[in-house]
């Protein structure tokens, strides 16, 4: 089962983007949690909280109780989060509000495990990974973590797919009707700079130097035979 983690936060009453510029200069990042039918909550957070969250990884398939101060505690996703272009301060945050009962869409991490006895990296392959993410369909209380692929069994060419892993918590691809495919363990590629260069031809027999021998030594004979050709 998911981890869920805490988030304090302060309410706002007033929407817009001067309000907004207002919480951003008393050093606070403003939020919003929306969804499940009700009303919008404003809220202000601490960017040092936001910034530690996304350090983390995985954090759009993490819980979050966000605890208004004097108010109430919501159960919520943390969608999208804005940037600073320069300075890649968070400026704002979107939170998902969670329905009790509801499926919700998430991507989940992909994590490979056993990679050091794995027989075809052992042997020089290369981890391909083809799908770092995979979007489900999940209950609020039974988000995976990751999905966990075991590699100890996998060998130059094996094909690592949907069905590889092991434990879904009753999420469901987002991906119906095919098993497809997440990561590969391909053969190792020899770089042609580093390639040995190919052997040099043998010399064929009877040609070269010692096949030119006969015709050297018909040229004296046939200078011989012009001087006696005057005579006459």
């Not at 027989?119 to 988000?143: D, F, H, S």
Request: hydrophobic share 45%; net charge positive.
């Amino acid at each position: 089962m998911v981890q869920t983690y805490r988030i304090p936060a302060v309410a706002r009453e007033q929407a817009g983007k001067g309000a907004a510029r207002a919480t951003r200069r008393s050093g606070l990042v403003p939020g919003v949690i929306y969804g499940a039918k009700l009303p919008s909550t404003m809220v202000s957070l601490d960017p040092r909280v936001v910034m530690k969250e996304m350090h983390k990884g995985g954090w759009q398939s993490h819980l979050y109780d966000i605890e208004v101060e004097g108010g109430t505690t919501e159960r919520v996703l943390m969608r999208e989060v804005q940037f600073h272009p320069v300075s890649d301060k968070p400026l704002h945050v979107d939170f998902q509000r969670l329905a009790p009962g509801a499926r919700i869409k998430v991507k989940v991490p992909v994590a490979f495990t056993h990679e050091d006895t794995c027989p075809g990296i052992k042997a020089g392959g290369v981890l391909n990974v083809v799908r770092r993410e995979i979007e489900v369909l999940a209950e609020p209380a039974n988000v995976p973590e990751a999905f966990h692929i075991d590699l100890s069994e996998a060998a130059i060419g094996a094909s690592l797919r949907m069905s590889a892993i092991k434990d879904m918590l009753g999420a469901k691809p987002v991906i119906l009707g095919r098993d497809f495919m997440v990561a590969s363990i391909a053969a190792p590629t020899v770089d042609a700079d580093l390639a040995p260069p190919p052997p040099a031809p043998e010399p064929v027999k009877g040609k070269g130097k010692a096949a030119a021998k006969p015709a050297a030594a018909a040229a004296p004979a046939a200078a011989a035979a012009k001087p006696a050709a005057k005579k006459k």
